[in-house]
């Protein structure tokens, strides 16, 4: 599959309508990003909302980031994944995940297994008595690399989230030929650093009391001492690529420059100012 370069990552559950989602992909299609990623949490139930966003765009490839592999058995993905693989011209990437515990024995009451071996079990069991699964297009959130190499030897490629260049240069010494490494990224156009910064602790907060995050920024690097308090500037400048737009196209670039095949660009932006988060798409649209 071709998956271009640039790509949307995009929480939808910030949108309240149908109307405002049904604009919002219009947006992202006709700036000419090549996919929208999206996530699954308390947000719109994963296939559904792909449905929808795929009847209402044209040439745009829509991926979930994730789909957790709680929320549905491993034939409810297969049989979801073909039918919006026949009926949408195969624009849909099943992107599976683990999740977190608290999203998982806190929300949907199951037990949450040990992160390796639940996703092996999954796609074995998603696999299972299949032909062709080699040209499935299904991804894996993946950090460490146990999961990374999983993810490029039993699908099309990785997932990261809330990571640095880095350790995309460390994902991408685990790829193999024909991987796809597909990077989340955080940004947001403001020259400001104190702005800049308020903006990105109040978009990680969420991320910082998960204790597979918390354990993946301290593998890569960072201290305990990074990650008190909202989050040291170091860590917060890591994470939120900040700046005039020539400076965040520059961060960007340093993951295509680290091995990444496609980077999901997130716009980091004050609750509800969509106005603010389609001109920053916008500015970065020809990266």
């Not at 979930?64 to 409810?76: C, E, L, P, Q, V």
């Not at 996703?119 to 074995?124: A, I, S």
Request: aromatic share 10%.
């Amino acid at each position: 599959m071709q998956l271009g370069r640039l790509g949307v990552w995009y929480a939808l559950g910030r949108m309240a309508t149908a109307d405002e989602l049904h604009c919002f992909v219009s947006t992202v299609e006709d700036l000419g990003y090549s996919a929208l990623w999206y996530p699954e949490a308390t947000d719109y139930e994963s296939l559904s909302v792909a449905s929808f966003m795929l009847a209402r765009s044209r040439t745009l490839k829509v991926g979930s980031s994730i789909a957790n592999i709680y929320a549905r058995d491993a034939f409810t993905s297969r049989r979801g994944l073909a039918t919006l693989t026949q009926l949408y011209d195969s624009r849909f990437i099943l992107g599976l995940g683990v999740s977190h515990a608290p999203m998982v024995e806190g929300l949907r009451g199951h037990n949450y297994g040990k992160p390796l071996p639940a996703m092996r079990d999954y796609l074995d069991m998603m696999y299972k008595d299949q032909k062709d699964t080699g040209d499935w297009q299904v991804m894996l959130a993946a950090l460490g690399p146990l999961m990374l190499k999983l993810s490029f030897e039993r699908t099309m490629g990785a997932l990261p989230y809330n990571t640095t260049p880095e350790h995309t240069r460390r994902a991408a010494a685990a790829m193999q030929a024909g991987s796809h490494l597909a990077v989340e990224q955080k940004f947001t156009i403001e020259t400001d650093p104190a702005r800049a910064r308020a903006l990105g602790r109040a978009e990680l907060g969420r991320y910082m009391k998960l204790p597979n995050y918390r354990n993946h920024w301290l593998r890569i690097g960072f201290t305990e001492a990074d990650l008190a308090d909202g989050g040291s500037d170091k860590f917060i400048d890591a994470m939120v690529n900040w700046g005039d737009v020539a400076a965040v196209k520059r961060q960007v670039q340093a993951h295509f420059d680290a091995g990444a095949t496609h980077v999901c660009i997130q716009p980091v932006h004050e609750a509800g100012d969509f106005a603010a988060r389609d001109a920053m798409l916008k500015a970065m649209a020809d990266t």
